[in-house]
């Protein structure tokens, strides 16, 4: 993805984008259980919307694309999860994220809420009028919080691990699962633990 990446200063002209199945019928024939109908829906309503670009292409400019768009839809699939919300995070469009009861990660480093916007799987047809109606200095804000890099940090995965990574975040998810006190790992003023502040042997693979 980083080999993708445009100018900061590209203006974003698609105001929302998508690349995907609407329908898979080869899993699902009668096209009523592919994303609960989710993605389905977003079609039907917004095929011929000129706000919408939408298509199950998948360009060779798709990374790029990313980053020309204000809105980039990351509705689920057969699960709640979706590679295009890490895709979303990592070129700076604000992910729409259409699944309902889905747990997002990383909740350390990534404020969901202040740099997404949450639609609910029955609301996708009033999905342009959602869009429409956020303020431009929402917009903005959400923006400048996904232009900061340690947003981008958290969702990769660079060799070696880097502090602040998505395999930091996962340690840290981990860690905090296990049965003792803070101040057993961290030292004091620490938030989370550094993973690979260990000797550098360690990082050599096995």
């Known amino acids: 993805m980083q080999a993708h990446l445009i100018p900061v200063d590209t203006p974003r002209s698609i105001f929302v984008y998508f690349r995907g199945l609407f329908y898979d019928t080869s899993n699902d024939p009668e096209g009523g259980y592919y994303a609960r109908g989710a993605c389905a829906s977003v079609w039907e ?32 699939g057969w699960a709640p ?16 994220i259409i699944a309902d009861d889905i747990v997002l990660p990383f909740a350390d ?13 029955e609301d996708v ?6 869009l429409m109606s956020i303020p431009t200095d929402v917009i903005l804000r959400k923006q400048r919080l996904l232009a900061n890099p340690s947003m981008k940090q958290a969702m990769l995965f660079p060799q070696p ?7 930091h975040q996962i340690l840290n998810g981990l860690a905090r699962k296990l049965l003792h006190g803070d101040g057993v790992f961290l030292k004091p003023g620490e938030r989370v633990l550094k993973w690979t502040a260990g000797p550098p042997g360690d990082l050599k693979p096995w």
């Open 161 to 167: 691990a880097q502090a602040g990574d998505a395999f």
């Open 45 to 76: 309503n917004f095929k011929n919307n000129p706000l919408f670009d939408i298509s199950t292409d998948h360009p060779p400019t798709y990374y790029e694309d990313m980053q020309r768009s204000v809105f980039c839809l990351c509705p689920l």
């Open 81 to 96: 999860w979706s590679p295009r919300l890490v895709e979303a995070v990592v070129f700076g469009c604000i992910p729409v």
């Open 125 to 130: 047809p009033k999905l342009d009028s959602i």
């Open 109 to 121: 480093a990534i404020p969901w809420e202040e740099i997404g916007v949450f639609v609910a799987e």
